[in-house]
Each structure stands twice: as structure tokens, then as C-alpha cells.
């Protein structure tokens, strides 16, 4: 599976940016798919995830309340509505896709087996 990040940039506090990570080369209904970040000189970082098709959502106690997954299967698309932006959601963000994935390894970004490149996300205060 390959995976294409895209929709970071620049954007002021409080204003919205959605992401989209295009998947292609596998089935991706059946993919829980996630968003991580890092941060310039920290440690990555989970965001958000959807399980497989029919599957929960899951945040970050960071971003939950301004930030949304969702899926497009058709469109093999995973996308991050982002609210409410903070200079400290300022991060590379990556997406990912894994099978097999437990609810209680969600967050554990070792258990994706595919990532996509990283798009640039600066909150400007």
C-alpha cells in the first residue's frame, strides 16, 4: 500500500485546514487507517484513527473536539478535518494504514505496516 499525504500549509490560530492521504495498491476498506504527528525536536505523536470499514474512531485528548477522521473507501481517502488550530498542532503530519490493528494498540504507531510522506502543518499564532 501507498499512501500520499496532502493539504498541510499555513494557517493562523483558530482557523481549519483538512488533510487527505491517498491510499493506492491494496484493499483499503479493510485497512484501519491513522494520523500521527511530530513536532520540531519531539517524538511522534498519535492523532486520530478510523478502524476498517464499519469501524469506531479514535483521538488524541488533544485534538479531540476539533478534529475529525474520516474515510472515503471509494475514493481509497482517509482525511483529518482540523478546527480550532493551535500554534502547538505546528507538526509534520503522517498518515498510516495497518490490518490487524487491536483498539488497545490504536494509539501505537509500531503496529502500522505503511506510511505516507508527511505534510507540513505551521499554526501561527
Known amino acids: 500500500v501507498q499512501l500520499q499525504a496532502s493539504g498541510g500549509g499555513l494557517v493562523q490560530a483558530g482557523g481549519s485546514l483538512r488533510l487527505s492521504c491517498a491510499a493506492s495498491?491494496?484493499?483499503?476498506?479493510?485497512?484501519?487507517v491513522g494520523w500521527f504527528r511530530q513536532a520540531p525536536g519531539k517524538g511522534r505523536e498519535f492523532v486520530a484513527a478510523h478502524k476498517r470499514s464499519g469501524g469506531g474512531t479514535y483521538y488524541a485528548d488533544s485534538v479531540k473536539g476539533r478534529f475529525t477522521i474520516s474515510r472515503d473507501n471509494a475514493k481509497n481517502t482517509v482525511y483529518l478535518q482540523m478546527n480550532s488550530l493551535k500554534p502547538e498542532d505546528t507538526a509534520v503530519y503522517y498518515c498510516?494504514?495497518?490490518?490487524?490493528?487491536?483498539?488497545?494498540?490504536?494509539?501505537?504507531?509500531?503496529?502500522?505496516?505503511?506510511w505516507g510522506q508527511g505534510t507540513l502543518v505551521t499554526v501561527s499564532s
Open positions: 498510516a494504514a495497518g490490518r490487524g490493528i487491536i483498539v488497545t494498540t490504536i494509539r501505537d504507531g509500531r503496529q502500522y505496516d505503511y
Open positions: 495498491g491494496g484493499t483499503f476498506s479493510s485497512y484501519t
